[in-house]
């Protein structure tokens, strides 16, 4: 329970009895999105608009949405990340709120409420924002629309995930359960409570008036990502987003992802990316997971498009040498040039145990067992005979983290949440979370926060 404590981040897991089953998954190097152009205008100066949210990269202009479609305040209002990572509510010529605090937790899964009413008499409490069910009080620029001023939002067009106006800055991540009201103005006890358990913002089915142009996408139908769910049939249209980018990563089970601020050796070119499962590199770099381990049996997936790829486990203290990704402090890989490769400096353990085949066509498989300091690695769902399972040295009291380092090649995770591998046997584990592509081994599960609660990391 420590572990998941200190990885899981407010919105990270449910405790409570509304679960949230999908969410999408936003790439900008696909520019994926959603739009629709509203038919009838709602109420220019009221609305809401609530929303779970996790991000998988850092450090560019990522718009969250973008109302109306001509560039002034009265008929443009905007959601974004700035490049430094900090939040910005702005129309189309003034910025009416950008927060002190940055926002660069890609572990997990947070929850946003702004509630715009220019109707209100006093100016600060025009535009409101919560982030996991606290208010935001410290920003550093705060204007505000004049009191009854029309603003961008219920009219011409609503974009979710790009800025639809200047045709840029996509959003990289994903988000869930997308509440927009229009005439209302809400706070955030209407889409989320504090559980009394564990004190963790978590969601809850919202019960509110939509209006006009409100909508609400749960992100339950594949074959239909934009589909509107508050009754209203305002359903988006899908610019390159498939059935395939509906995920089971969600905020009341948040899965493994690749962490963009833990690298190691040289950073990467090239991710992660696909909803931070995806990493792909010119020079030996690597990453680790946003989550770790020190206890229980874990299982997941992996794919490579070339042989100078290490994929395995490290300590949270491994750190490589500097342009060499193989100098690794406590580490247990699979090496695709055809060997499981050990590398511990805690027990001064250096050994090749298998050699094996590798196979770009394969899907590799890790099972992790810290109850017994053991590793075991499958190709196409067959256990590598030659090593079966390895002995882990000097891990106790260690916490360890799936990572990988690649060169010139493209490595592809499936933690069970999202994956850009090709899966056709959608096998799950016991707990029936996870989609892979082989059965987790018995008593393996994935790496997510409600098997973590469970099984204690």
Same mark, same amino acid.
């Given at each position: 329970?420590?572990?998941?404590?200190?990885?899981?981040?407010?919105?990270?897991?449910?405790?409570?009895?509304?679960?949230?089953?999908?969410?999408?998954?936003?790439?900008?190097?696909?520019?994926?999105?959603?739009?629709?152009?509203?038919?009838?205008?709602?109420?220019?100066?009221?609305?809401?608009?609530?929303?779970?949210?996790?991000?998988?990269?850092?450090?560019?202009?990522?718009?969250?949405?973008?109302?109306?479609?001509?560039?002034?305040?009265?008929?443009?209002?905007?959601?974004?990340?700035?490049?430094?990572?900090?939040?910005?509510?702005?129309?189309?010529?003034?910025?009416w709120r950008e927060t002190n605090r940055v926002f660069r937790d890609c572990s997990a899964w947070m929850h946003i409420v702004v =509630?715009?009413?220019?109707?209100?008499?006093?100016?600060?409490?025009?535009?409101?924002?919560?982030?996991?069910?606290?208010?935001?009080?410290?920003?550093?620029?705060?204007?505000?629309?004049?009191?009854?001023?029309?603003?961008?939002?219920?009219?011409?067009?609503?974009?979710?995930?790009?800025?639809?106006?200047?045709?840029?800055?996509?959003?990289?991540?994903?988000?869930?359960?997308?509440?927009?009201?229009?005439?209302?103005?809400?706070?955030?006890?209407?889409?989320?409570?504090?559980?009394?358990?564990?004190?963790?913002?978590?969601?809850?089915?919202?019960?509110?008036?939509?209006?006009?142009?409100?909508?609400?996408?749960?992100?339950?139908?594949?074959?239909?990502?934009?589909?509107?769910?508050?009754?209203?049939?305002?359903?988006?249209?899908e610019n390159n987003i498939a059935a395939a980018d509906q995920s089971t990563d969600t905020p009341t089970n948040n899965f493994c992802?690749?962490?963009?601020?833990?690298?190691?050796?040289?950073?990467?070119?090239?991710?992660?990316?696909?909803? =931070?499962?995806?990493?792909?590199?010119?020079?030996?770099?690597?990453?680790?997971?946003?989550?770790?381990?020190?206890?229980? &049996?874990?299982?997941?997936?992996? &794919?490579?498009?070339?042989?100078?790829?290490?994929?395995?486990?490290?300590?949270?203290?491994?750190?490589?040498?500097?342009?060499?990704?193989?100098?690794?402090?406590?580490?247990?890989?699979?090496?695709?040039?055809?060997?499981?490769?050990?590398?511990?400096?805690?027990?001064?353990?250096?050994?090749?145990?298998?050699?094996?085949?590798?196979?770009?066509?394969?899907?590799?498989?890790?099972?992790?067992?810290?109850?017994?300091?053991?590793?075991?690695?499958?190709?196409?769902?067959?256990?590598?005979?030659?090593?079966?399972?390895?002995?882990?040295?000097?891990?106790?009291? &260690?916490?360890?983290?799936?990572?990988?380092?690649?060169?010139?090649?493209?490595?592809?995770?499936?933690?069970?949440?999202?994956?850009?591998?090709?899966?056709?046997?959608?096998?799950?584990?016991?707990?029936?979370?996870?989609?892979?592509?082989?059965?987790?081994?018995?008593?393996?599960?994935?790496?997510?926060?409600?098997?973590?609660?469970?099984?204690?990391?």
């Amino acid at each position: 329970m420590e572990t998941l404590q200190r990885m899981a981040n407010r919105g990270s897991i449910s405790t409570g009895l509304y679960d949230i089953d999908n969410s999408c998954k936003f790439e900008a190097d696909n520019t994926e999105y959603l739009h629709r152009t509203v038919s009838s205008t709602g109420n220019r100066d009221v609305g809401t608009i609530s929303f779970w949210i996790k991000r998988t990269e850092l450090g560019g202009h990522m718009y969250l949405f973008t109302f109306g479609d001509t560039d002034s305040d009265t008929q443009r209002t905007y959601v974004k990340f700035q490049n430094t990572d900090t939040l910005r509510v702005g129309g189309g010529t003034t910025l009416w709120r950008e927060t002190n605090r940055v926002f660069r937790d890609c572990s997990a899964w947070m929850h946003i409420v702004v =509630a715009f009413d220019t109707t209100d008499g006093t100016a600060d409490d025009r535009i409101k924002i919560y982030i996991n069910g606290v208010q935001e009080t410290s920003f550093a620029t705060t204007n505000n629309p004049s009191q009854n001023d029309d603003l961008g939002i219920n009219f011409e067009k609503q974009t979710i995930g790009y800025n639809s106006i200047d045709n840029d800055s996509p959003f990289n991540g994903y988000m869930a359960d997308i509440y927009c009201q229009d005439g209302t103005a809400s706070d955030q006890d209407d889409f989320g409570e504090f559980d009394s358990d564990t004190g963790i913002w978590i969601p809850k089915q919202a019960s509110v008036t939509y209006g006009t142009n409100g909508f609400f996408l749960d992100f339950a139908d594949s074959g239909d990502l934009g589909d509107d769910e508050s009754g209203n049939g305002n359903d988006f249209t899908e610019n390159n987003i498939a059935a395939a980018d509906q995920s089971t990563d969600t905020p009341t089970n948040n899965f493994c992802t690749l962490n963009p601020l833990w690298v190691y050796g040289n950073a990467l070119t090239t991710g992660p990316i696909e909803g =931070a499962t995806e990493v792909a590199d010119g020079a030996w770099a690597g990453t680790k997971a946003t989550m770790g381990v020190a206890n229980g &049996k874990w299982y997941w997936e992996f &794919k490579a498009s070339g042989a100078d790829s290490i994929v395995g486990i490290q300590t949270d203290e491994g750190v490589a040498l500097t342009g060499n990704a193989h100098n690794i402090l406590s580490t247990c890989a699979l090496n695709l040039n055809g060997e499981v490769w050990i590398k511990d400096s805690t027990s001064g353990r250096n050994d090749t145990d298998v050699t094996q085949t590798f196979s770009s066509s394969d899907i590799y498989g890790i099972a992790l067992n810290m109850d017994d300091n053991q590793i075991s690695f499958y190709q196409a769902g067959s256990l590598i005979t030659d090593g079966g399972s390895i002995a882990l040295d000097g891990l106790a009291d &260690k916490t360890v983290f799936p990572f990988a380092s690649n060169y010139n090649t493209t490595i592809e995770f499936n933690f069970g949440g999202y994956t850009t591998i090709s899966i056709s046997s959608a096998a799950a584990d016991a707990n029936d979370y996870g989609t892979f592509e082989y059965a987790p081994p018995t008593g393996y599960y994935a790496l997510c926060t409600k098997n973590l609660s469970e099984f204690g990391g």
